[in-house]
């Protein structure tokens, strides 16, 4: 029953910003680790930033200090705020959640929820 909707994509200049959302159901958001993905056509897909159950983000260096991953647990949803676009940030962007505070040293488990995604186009 768990289940993710993106929404916030779209077309925008190189430099400009946007918010992506990711709407969950179906589990407990607090207890779930979160994540964005993208991939480009021709590559593989990648991790873009992630924030686990206790609240800790990280990035990849690709975005770092551009993307800001949050979330809002009352309307259960999480956002990846994109600032300073740049055509390669070009993809199509997915969120995904994985069962979080596992025990035994484990964080996060598998990325098992994943949204259909939504395109991301940025030109130069």
């Known amino acids: 029953q768990v289940q993710l909707q993106e929404s916030g994509g779209g077309s925008v200049r190189s430099g400009g910003s946007l918010r992506l959302s990711c709407a969950v159901s179906g589990y407990t958001y607090s207890r779930y680790c979160m994540a964005w993905f993208r991939q480009a056509p021709g590559k593989k897909r990648e991790g873009v930033a992630a924030?686990?159950?206790?609240?800790?983000?990280s990035y990849a260096d690709s975005v770092k200090g551009r993307f800001t991953i949050s979330q809002d647990n009352a309307q259960n949803t999480h956002y990846l705020q994109m600032n300073s676009l740049k055509p390669e940030d070009t993809a199509m962007y997915f969120c995904a959640a994985a069962d979080g505070d596992l025990g035994a040293g484990i964080a996060c488990g598998k990325y098992l929820y994943w949204g259909q995604g939504t395109q991301v186009t940025v030109s130069s």
């Open positions: 924030i686990d159950a206790f609240g800790s983000t």
